[in-house]
């Protein structure tokens, strides 16, 4: 009788790959540097997880880094966010921004203070004091005051950066010390809600308000009666936007609900001029810097619109799917006007430049 065979012997596992070496450097490809790698996506700490989908406003900083403000306004509880990009075409990936954080409720405005600060107008009746530190990597609250008794729609940093004036739906405005971190002065000349706030560049205590209640009113905290009515008949419908012209100190322009844009003199407010730009109501203004500055428009309509100082159109972008929130011109690029909106998009708009037009910041007097 045969002794039967011994089984075959069982397969070997092929060995691990050996790990790569992450010390060696690239190499190269025909004597040409091989590209580098991309950067990791790397959240700093205290950052969120992730972005809220409803982006509220944008503002470069003089250096080019860019601010966010994000709220989600869906679910049972309405938070919101603050985020700092070094690289503004990496907007909005967490990832690979600088710094950012969580915040108790929505975020329906935001500007810089100074380089480091940053205030908020909170959907909490809040006004919030953020500063960045540790090099930049943490956003850390300075204060948080709820002095408004209804949603903040609106905050503005007057000149020299000590002060600032808010506004709410509480039909208030009122006027901040920010080292001081409390009220100087409460008002409530509006019979509804404030919709905008805008500081006039130069002066410590002007400013401009306007709100539902279809009211205009130049401010200068100096009068024992501080509020002038300001009627302009080119806007007919409820304002929702203002904001003062960079090198002219009587000159605003104002945008309505109907999406009517004008230029008005506060002296001769009669002689604006006005043009209808958006199907639908206006959401914020930016000037450039040019020696003749463009003037930018969004809207609730989804688009973006760039006027030159005639207000005829110069540029027209459409590429937005929900409301246009926030818009800021680039510092480093005199062509470049940066818009985010509720569809969480930030999009970066080269604009055709008049010839002969030059930038404010990069002019040289001979």
């Known amino acids: 009788m045969e002794e039967p065979l011994p089984p075959p012997p069982l397969p070997q596992a092929a060995p691990p790959p050996a790990p790569p ?23 700093p700490p205290n950052a969120p997880a992730c972005m809220e989908r409803h982006l509220e406003r944008a503002h470069y900083r003089a250096d080019g880094a860019l601010l966010l403000g994000a709220s989600g306004l869906n679910g049972r509880c309405w938070t919101g966010s603050l985020w700092v990009f070094a690289e503004p075409r990496r907007a909005p990936s ?41 090099n930049e990597s943490l956003i850390v609250n300075k204060f948080c005051k709820y002095e408004h008794d ?9 000149a020299g950066s000590t002060q600032a004036v808010s506004g709410g739906r509480d039909f208030c405005v009122k006027v901040w010390d920010i080292p001081e971190q409390t009220v100087l002065h409460s008002y409530r000349a509006h019979s509804a809600a404030v919709t905008c706030v805008a500081s006039c560049p130069g002066k410590d205590t002007v400013f401009l308000s306007c709100a539902e209640d279809n009211r205009t ?34 000159i605003f322009v104002l945008g309505d609900e109907s999406g009517t844009v004008a230029l008005v003199d506060t002296k001769n407010p009669d002689s604006a001029l006005s043009a209808a730009v958006h199907a639908r109501g206006i959401t914020g203004f930016a000037f450039s810097a040019h020696s003749s500055p463009l003037l930018a428009s969004i809207s609730e309509d989804c688009s973006v619109a760039v006027l030159d100082s005639d207000l005829s159109e110069v540029f027209r972008n459409r590429s937005h799917r929900d409301f246009v929130k926030g818009l800021s011109w680039s510092p480093s690029d ?11 998009q930030v999009l970066h708009h080269t604009v055709p430049i008049p010839a002969g037009e030059a930038s404010g910041i990069n002019c040289v007097k001979e």
Not at 150 to 158: E, G, P, R, Y
Not at 334 to 344: F, P, S
């Open 94 to 134: 967490e990832g690979f921004c600088t710094a950012g954080v969580q915040t108790e409720a929505g975020v329906a405005d935001l500007c810089w203070v100074a380089d480091r600060g940053i205030l908020v107008a909170s959907d909490s009746g809040a006004v919030e004091l953020w500063e960045l530190e540790e």
């Open 217 to 250: 009113l130049l401010w200068d905290t100096r009068c024992p009666k501080p509020a002038t009515r300001i009627v302009c008949s080119a806007c007919n419908y409820l304002p929702t936007s203002v904001m003062w012209h960079p090198q002219k100190s009587d």
């Open 334 to 344: 005199d062509a470049l006007l940066t818009t985010v909106g509720w569809d969480h």
């Open 150 to 158: 209804d949603i903040v729609t609106s905050v503005s940093v007057l």
């Open 21 to 43: 070496d992450t010390a060696a450097p690239a190499a190269s490809v025909d004597g040409e540097p091989a590209a580098e790698a991309a950067p990791e996506w790397n959240i």
